[in-house]
């Protein structure tokens, strides 16, 4: 571990207590919810080529950083950032200190068809 990563490990709850948010972790089975503070990467928008039709498609991601020993955070959860609704795509990256999730904005369309990512 370098000494940036041992500082930042070492100073983590004061970091998500200065630069953090509260945000709701709620579970791939829509019943289990969790309120944990975390940073929150601007949302930044992706183009992937959409086959079917030959065009792109834009999707609308953040990158969502908690501590580990909060909850274990999984693919399908769904993390809701004031109003906007989010779900992790992927295995989320976990070290000592932190987790980090990949997430994608849930589409109107989406919020009724649970496991629609995966």
Same mark, same amino acid.
């Given at each position: 571990?370098?000494?940036?990563?041992s500082?930042?490990?070492y100073?983590a709850t004061d970091?998500l207590?200065q630069?953090?948010?509260q945000?709701t972790?709620?579970?791939?089975?829509?019943e289990?919810t969790?309120?944990?503070?975390?940073?929150v990467?601007?949302? !930044?928008?992706?183009?992937q080529p959409?086959?079917?039709t030959?065009?792109?498609? *834009?999707?609308?991601?953040?990158s969502?950083k908690i *501590?580990? !020993?909060?909850i274990? *955070?999984?693919t399908?959860?769904?993390?809701?950032?004031? !109003?906007t609704?989010y779900?992790?795509?992927?295995?989320?990256?976990?070290?000592?200190t932190?987790?980090?999730?990949?997430?994608?904005?849930?589409?109107? !369309?989406?919020?009724?068809?649970?496991?629609?990512?995966g």
């Amino acid at each position: 571990m370098s000494t940036f990563d041992s500082d930042f490990a070492y100073a983590a709850t004061d970091l998500l207590a200065q630069f953090g948010r509260q945000v709701t972790v709620t579970d791939a089975d829509g019943e289990t919810t969790h309120e944990v503070t975390a940073i929150v990467e601007e949302e !930044s928008t992706e183009e992937q080529p959409n086959d079917p039709t030959g065009g792109l498609l *834009l999707r609308r991601v953040v990158s969502v950083k908690i *501590l580990a !020993s909060d909850i274990t *955070l999984a693919t399908n959860m769904t993390i809701t950032v004031g !109003s906007t609704e989010y779900s992790i795509e992927g295995e989320p990256a976990v070290d000592e200190t932190f987790q980090t999730a990949r997430c994608v904005r849930i589409g109107k !369309s989406e919020i009724s068809k649970p496991g629609f990512r995966g």
